[in-house]
């Protein structure tokens, strides 16, 4: 990737987080979060406060959001503790509009989002606040943050502890630096080895120090040119093994069984706005794959419900389409997801049909 520095990015730091979560499978990653007893609890929920907070913070000209949805939430079942996770390249001042989304997170109690998340009422739950930010952001983000909840404290309401993590990128590696006195997150290696600074992701000379995505396009944020290549191969390995396997005889190609095993974390996703969206592009791009066979081997099919339903066909032009769905040509893509001339994708107005 050359001198490229793609850290500050919103798709490279939520999947990076995403799997430092889940347990190692090839030594590359150190995966943190899920060796201190986190996991994924939701992606992009939605969380509200109360209206008496929300009235209180008017009374005292405070301005907040109602409602927000962070990036994830993780929890951690053990010490009942909540994590609200934010994504920022930089940092920023207590005068930017993001503070407005910042106190509301300040405000968002475990029991709140205990009860937001649907978890048993009988347990109390903590929570902690943590952004990730890109190097040399981090202080600048701490300081924004105090301030905040010196402000929230004011107003008589109770603002959960927060903690900042930043991203650097080395040259044996993704590094997240964060101190050992402000761990409020009890991440096992800070406190093993009193480093403020974790190697999460290791490098050889001339890796690809990105992650294959499990998240790869974000429509609320748009997409780059890595995600959305990821996303068309995994769309046509899932249609080229549904179809390989089934062709021939009658069946569905349910679009969010599909989604599930492309986006592993689909159904974690909370965020129904960006997966209709995503459900849109996908069904464009198999139904241009699906008019090529169309066309060239009189492929039959229908759209209804979310789903594709696939006609039976001969055995010759069958056994055509498997030829296809394996050869270099496909497995190089010449489809595309559509894109507009500003570079983001297009939506496929189907609206009430995705």
């Not at 748009?222 to 990821?230: H, L, P, Q, W």
């Not at 066909?313 to 010449?334: H, Q, V």
Request: net charge negative.
């Amino acid at each position: 990737m050359g001198n490229e520095d793609f850290t500050g990015a919103h798709l490279f730091q939520l999947n990076l987080l995403i799997f430092l979560t889940l347990p190692a499978t090839d030594g590359k990653f150190s995966p943190i979060f899920w060796e201190s007893g986190y996991q994924i609890e939701s992606i992009s929920p939605t969380l509200t406060l109360p209206l008496p907070l929300i009235q209180k913070a008017k009374e005292n000209n405070i301005k907040i959001k109602p409602a927000v949805s962070p990036e994830i939430v993780f929890s951690n079942n053990s010490k009942k503790l909540f994590i609200i996770v934010e994504c920022k390249k930089t940092s920023f001042s207590i005068a930017s509009s993001n503070s407005e989304q910042a106190r509301t997170y300040l405000l968002l109690s475990g029991n709140l989002i205990r009860d937001s998340l649907g978890k048993s009422v009988r347990d109390n739950w903590g929570s902690v606040l943590l952004y990730l930010v890109g190097e040399n952001h981090r202080e600048g983000m701490i300081g924004t943050l105090k301030q905040l909840s010196a402000e929230l404290a004011s107003m008589g309401a109770f603002p959960i502890p927060h903690t900042v993590l930043e991203i650097k990128r080395e040259t044996d590696g993704i590094y997240l630096r964060i101190s050992d006195e402000e761990n409020k997150l009890n991440i096992t290696k800070v406190k093993d080895n009193g480093s403020n600074k974790i190697k999460v992701l290791h490098l050889e000379k001339g890796d690809d120090p990105r992650p294959l995505y499990l998240i790869p396009i974000d429509p609320s944020v748009g997409m780059d040119s890595y995600g959305k290549t990821v996303m068309e191969e995994r769309t046509r390995l899932s249609v080229a093994s549904n179809l390989g396997r089934k062709v021939g005889g009658e069946f569905d190609f349910i679009i969010d069984e599909m989604l599930a095993s492309v986006i592993s974390v689909w159904d974690l996703w909370e965020d129904s706005n960006s997966k209709r969206k995503i459900r849109g592009w996908v069904k464009t791009y198999i139904t241009n794959i699906l008019n090529i066979l169309k066309s060239n081997y009189f492929l039959n099919y229908q759209y209804a419900s979310g789903a594709f339903h696939i006609e039976s066909l001969d055995e010759e032009n069958a056994n055509k389409i498997r030829r296809y769905l394996e050869s270099a040509d496909f497995r190089k893509g010449k489809l595309e997801l559509p894109v507009g001339e500003d570079g983001q994708l297009k939506l496929f107005e189907l609206e009430g049909d995705l």
